[in-house]
């Protein structure tokens, strides 16, 4: 799985991800599973109240946009404007 990280700064909210497997994740507390051989979620960002703004699939493997809250005032090392590999 890779994770896209759209960083919002807030004064008291961070974001919670946890990688589950290949194919599922949580995002503060909420778990989202998606179909091992495609994604087809039509209106994603708004089915998930915006934290996740893009879902598709490469190689068999899930790709990921997912916006993400953070509190210090410093640009987190996470910003990097790029896919992350996320494993369990």
Do not use: C
């Amino acid at each position: 799985m890779k994770i896209k990280y759209s960083p919002v700064h807030t004064d008291n909210q961070t974001t919670i991800i946890e990688y589950i497997d290949e194919n599922n994740i949580i995002i503060d507390g909420e778990v989202y599973e998606f179909d091992s051989e495609s994604v087809v979620w039509e209106d994603i960002d708004v089915q998930t109240g915006y934290l996740i703004l893009e879902a598709k699939r490469l190689d068999g493997e899930l790709w990921l946009e997912v916006v993400r809250y953070y509190t210090g005032i410093r640009r987190p090392d996470w910003d990097t404007g790029d896919y992350h590999d996320i494993k369990g």
